[in-house]
């Protein structure tokens, strides 16, 4: 694990719980305690936590954290490459759909060049990148304001793309989902173009891997029920999977596992 990837996982831990030792990152990381150390003292000096006696204490707002597109990129990849392939069986040739610039929505998009006769709608320069390769897929990007930060396009030209538009298919990625609170993200502008996009979708389909529960942020997106159907990975706490599930969602945990015969992975669903 590289030391970005390594200092984005104890940035997302101090998140959740807010203090934490340093044996605990150590068994979590898989790392030694000297390691450690360098970790926590690198991001005390970024701001983000207070070293205490055998750990560290976040000075980060748990509702506005929102960690760099490079970082996702490189945080869960098994999980979000689990949690595409689920999501691609759902995808239709034929279908008018929007991809969501998250970086599990990402994967998805790369799961999806070579099919025929689709149409994505996009918020995403990075899979509008991805699909320009693609002979069968239509590619229509909303436009908008640029985040660099996390490379979604969002603002009043996006908005106006999005007023005029129906869709068989939202594919959206979750920040932060609670069953109770609800879906939300760290920006508001991000908030707005999920609440469009859902409004014009005939399905909602919801990606999210288990670090995304039992976490809300700033910008309220909608409740729950919003989603029809929720994509998760195995390591997902089982109640949130059964709260889910009573509150009307279509849930599917995307597993990995081997057949006989077969060296290579394949997904089985759990609905």
């Known amino acids: 694990m590289l030391a970005e990837e390594r200092r984005f996982r104890i940035r997302e831990i101090l998140t959740a719980q ?52 490079d970082a996702l990129l490189r945080s869960e990849n098994e999980e979000k490459r689990q949690i595409a392939r689920a999501a691609e069986q759902l995808v239709l040739d034929g279908d008018t759909i929007f991809l969501e610039g998250s970086t599990t929505v990402f994967e998805l998009a790369r799961r999806l060049v070579h099919r025929h006769r689709l149409t994505v709608v996009t918020n995403s320069p990075t899979i509008v990148c991805e699909l320009q390769r693609s002979g069968g897929v239509t590619v229509m990007c909303t436009g908008g304001d640029l985040h660099k930060d996390t490379f979604y396009l969002s603002g009043e030209w996006a908005h106006r793309a999005l007023s005029e538009i129906r869709l068989d298919k939202a ?101």
């Open 18 to 69: 807010r203090t934490v030792s340093a044996s605990e990152l150590c068994d979590r990381l898989s790392v030694t305690a000297a390691t450690i150390r360098r970790d926590l003292a690198a991001l005390e000096q970024e701001g983000v936590l207070v070293r205490s006696h055998g750990g560290a204490v976040s000075r980060m707002s748990s509702t506005n954290f929102q960690p760099t597109y």
């Open 171 to 271: 594919i959206l990625g979750v920040s932060a989902i609670d069953p109770r609170y609800g879906v939300s993200t760290a920006h508001h502008a991000e908030a707005q173009i999920t609440r469009m996009v859902s409004k014009a979708a005939k399905t909602r389909i919801a990606l999210a891997d288990h670090t995304k529960f039992g976490r809300q942020r700033f910008a309220f997106v909608g409740p729950v029920t919003d989603i029809d159907i929720l994509i998760t990975d195995s390591g997902t706490d089982l109640d949130f999977i059964e709260q889910l599930r009573e509150a009307g969602l279509q849930v599917i945990v995307a597993e990995p596992s081997r057949t006989k015969g077969d060296n290579s992975r394949t997904f089985k669903q759990k609905s």
